[in-house]
């Protein structure tokens, strides 16, 4: 019985561990990582940020030491993929925003260093409410077999 619920406890903390989660306040950040297709970028960030609080949080800008970034939005008319630059992104209270191919993402260009899949890079996400959050984000190539980006 209780050797059981060891496994069991074991198996949820190294669940926690793989799930890669950065949180401040009422603000949760989910497996925050950039897609890459050549090492020198530019590249996509994504994740999923979930906002437990009571009322909408933005998020203002992306401040990192190896890139410049930009909060874009990606749209498709008539087949065309459209990005343009946003000044935020909003999260609502009690709801989850996933930053993913297709929509709201973050966009690193100007690298400083070179992209390769399973390295970590700091980054801060800076919240109107919640303020600056520290996470990492892991990098993946484009063709990942391990896409985490529907999380
Ligand atoms: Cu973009």
Known sequence: MYKALIIVLFLVSTKIGAAHQFQKD??????PHIKFVISSGPAA???KIVNMGF?????????????DTELHYSSVENGIVTMSKVDFIEIP???????KPGTHHIMFSNFSIELSHGISLEGSLVFENAGEIKV???VETQKSIDDHTEH
Not at 26 to 31: E, G, P, V
Not at 93 to 99: G, V, Y
């Open 26 to 31: 009422h603000i949760n950040i989910n497996h």
């Open 55 to 67: 009322e909408t949080d933005r998020l203002i800008k992306v401040v990192t030491d190896f890139a």
């Open 93 to 99: 209270p009690q709801k989850a925003k996933s930053l």
């Open 45 to 47: 960030g994504y994740m």
């Open 136 to 138: 990492l984000f892991e």
